[in-house]
Structures are given as structure tokens and as C-alpha cells.
């Protein structure tokens, strides 16, 4: 699968910074994907709300001076889920599939 990457200029250089990548499906089957980097999950999580991603695939975080990665679709899912529901706002048809899918994982595994 061919991947873009759409990089903003906050990676950083040696700095013990972490850094969450949101993979946003492009659109049609077997197209390329766009890959943004940010060092701010609370914007992260309001830019996936207020639509600046069509179709996010998945969250991921890393942190190269510290030498970890983890997947954070399952909690960015929850937490766009709270803040729906603390604010009683419907969830964004561009974000239902991406909650359904990673929120059921985290019901799952939590069994």
C-alpha cells in the first residue's frame, strides 16, 4: 500500500517530544494516504472533530528520543466519543466509522 507523507514542520530534532501521526484515507480504493504529524494531541483530537480529516484510518504516537511507539486510535476514539456526549453533540459522520471500529476494540479487549 503506497503512503504520502504531508509533514508540518513541528517534527522534532532531538527533542524529547512526543509526536502524533493521524493516517487519513485519501478516498478511493487502492489511493495514496496522508500522513500529518503534530506534537499536540488535544489539537490532533480537535482537528479530527472539526473535520480536517476525511476519513482517519488511525492514530499513532512516537517518541525517537525515548525509543517507543503506540498506537492512540483507541484512545482518541474514546475521547472524541466523551466529548460528544459531554457536549450532546452528534459524532461527526466523518468520524463514525473511525470510533465504531476503535472503540469496539477497546470494549473487546477489556473483557
Do not use: K
Amino acid at each position: 500500500m503506497p503512503a504520502a507523507s504531508s509533514s508540518s514542520q513541528n517534527v522534532p530534532y532531538g527533542a524529547d517530544e512526543t509526536v502524533f501521526v493521524v493516517i487519513d484515507n485519501s478516498g478511493a480504493p487502492g489511493s495514496v494516504h496522508r500522513q500529518v504529524e503534530c506534537t499536540d494531541l488535544d489539537a490532533v483530537i480537535s482537528n479530527l472533530i472539526t473535520g480536517q480529516f476525511s476519513d482517519p484510518l488511525q492514530v499513532v504516537a512516537f517518541n525517537t528520543l525515548e525509543h517507543w511507539t503506540q498506537d492512540m486510535s483507541a484512545d482518541v476514539a474514546n475521547e472524541i466519543q466523551a466529548r460528544c456526549d459531554i457536549e450532546a453533540a452528534p459524532m461527526p459522520e466523518h468520524l463514525e466509522d473511525f470510533v465504531r471500529r476503535h472503540v469496539r476494540r477497546v470494549r473487546e479487549l477489556a473483557r
